[in-house]
């Protein structure tokens, strides 16, 4: 089995310190391509650099925007980690047999967390394929943004030491995540002018329910193909 290593995405962190022990823990188990979404100013400080000890290139390299939508373009499978409660009709799990399945079989495929404050918003899910929630105490279940990347990617590092002689297939025809924005911002503009976003302030949830159903179930090149000449023929 050839060794999978998604992409680590921190969105909005608030602490150098935490970026600093994501980056440690990367490094740790074999993780390098760490993406940083918003962060705040002057977030990679020295704080940051001595927090990450021997991962000081993960931090260097790291790659940072200022939209999530474009961090996830080039991305076919995204995981989205919460333990937060989302009102969203989206795919949850707490198997990570599950997830490890879906990263084997994905070409490209990136991990989310969210700020440390709050945790990931509604529209922060909006893209992602599934929300994988850590099991924890019901007493207490808010981790900390280290301690939950902790967690993820020792998983990761066993999965990738498993001896397995199975053959996998990677689903190499499913789509990027820069295609289905394209898509879906297309079918937002078009429903725009015809004033499907009614009322206005339930825009952004009708949005968020749009997204759900086309990130269910991962959509191949030639399904998309098929739903741009449907939209594309009903707007002549």
């Known amino acids: 089995m050839t060794p999978k290593k998604p992409s680590i995405i921190l969105v909005r962190p608030q602490l150098p310190e935490n970026i600093g022990m994501v980056a440690r823990v ?67 799990t707490n198997d990570f047999k599950f997830i490890k399945r879906k990263i084997t079989v994905n070409k490209k495929t990136a991990i989310l967390f969210g700020p440390e404050n709050s945790g990931l918003s509604n529209e922060d899910l909006r893209l992602s394929d599934i929300i994988f929630t850590i099991e924890t105490s019901s007493k207490s279940n808010s981790l900390n943004l280290s301690h939950a990347v902790t967690i993820l990617c020792h998983k990761l590092f066993e999965l990738n030491n498993l001896k397995s002689n199975n053959s996998t297939t990677i689903e190499k025809h499913n789509i990027s995540k820069y295609q289905l924005s394209k ?38 090149k030639k399904e998309l193909q098929t739903l741009w000449g449907i939209t594309k023929k009903l707007n002549k």
Request: aromatic share 14%.
């Open 183 to 220: 898509f879906l911002n297309y079918i937002f503009e078009n429903l725009e002018k015809k004033n499907f976003f009614t009322p206005s302030e339930k825009k952004e949830s009708m949005k968020n329910n749009i997204y759900s159903i086309f990130t269910k179930i991962p959509l191949t």
């Open 26 to 92: 990367m490094y740790n188990f074999g993780l390098k391509d760490l993406i940083v979404v918003s962060p705040r100013d002057n977030c990679f400080n020295i704080k940051s650099i001595n927090a990450a000890k021997k991962a000081t290139k993960i931090i260097k390299n790291v790659k940072v925007y200022d939209d999530l939508e474009i961090a996830l373009s080039n991305f076919s499978y995204v995981v989205a980690t919460t333990n937060r409660r989302r009102y969203l009709e989206k795919n949850f």
